[in-house]
């Protein structure tokens, strides 16, 4: 089964970048597309709220409001690894950082964390003011 591996998070200060990465334990046999969702810390029992999303072609992105024009998710050539580039970051960024799947083999990117499945387990990412 495939697995998902997150890595990039720390402890930043506002203003500073980070670049999260996700990396496939192996290719997929399907044209999936992925995205990165946040969980807030001491909150594990909520739902994740979505961040970024992308097709599998790369050519649809989707992005939630209050990351636009900072954050910028892409993924290699080899659609085995996906990133999230993330500039300008505020203290209200912080918080668990998981790259999830599609369920199905579906290329278009989706917001809706029910869409997805094979999640990692995620990275922290923490920005102190």
């Known amino acids: 089964q495939v697995q998902l591996v997150e890595s990039g998070g720390g402890s930043v200060q506002a203003g500073d970048s980070l670049r999260l990465s996700c990396t496939a334990s192996e290719r997929f046999y399907g044209n999936y597309a992925m995205g990165w969702f946040r969980r807030d810390l001491g909150y594990p029992g909520e739902n994740r709220e979505f961040?970024?999303?992308?097709?599998?072609?790369?050519?649809?992105?989707k992005y939630a409001d209050s990351v636009k024009g900072r954050f910028t998710i892409s993924r290699d050539d080899d659609k085995t690894t996906v990133y999230l580039h993330m500039n300008n970051l505020k203290p209200e960024d912080t918080g668990i950082y998981y790259c999830?799947?599609?369920?199905?083999?579906?290329?278009?990117?989706?917001?809706?964390?029910?869409?997805?499945?094979?999640w990692g387990r995620g990275t922290q990412v923490t920005v102190s003011s």
């Open positions: 961040v970024a999303a992308i097709s599998w072609s790369g050519d649809s992105l």
């Open positions: 999830g799947r599609r369920a199905v083999a579906n290329p278009d990117a989706s917001s809706m964390d029910t869409d997805f499945a094979f």
